[in-house]
């Protein structure tokens, strides 16, 4: 993982954007790590641009 984030980073995304999402698998299967991008809802952030307050 510290490999794939290194290679993240020198690819220049920004590294505040990424996320490490730790997905609990419980007794049946095993805790599983998955990077992840941080990416914003873009109909969200244009109805914030268009509202009136």
Do not use: N
Request: charged fraction near 30%; aromatic fraction near 4%.
């Amino acid at each position: 993982m510290r490999a794939h984030l290194r290679r993240l980073r020198e690819s220049g995304i920004d590294e505040s954007m990424i996320r490490i999402d730790v997905l609990c698998g419980r007794l049946v299967q095993p805790t599983t790590y998955r990077l992840s991008q941080f990416v914003a809802d873009p109909v969200c952030d244009a109805d914030h641009e268009h509202s009136d307050h």
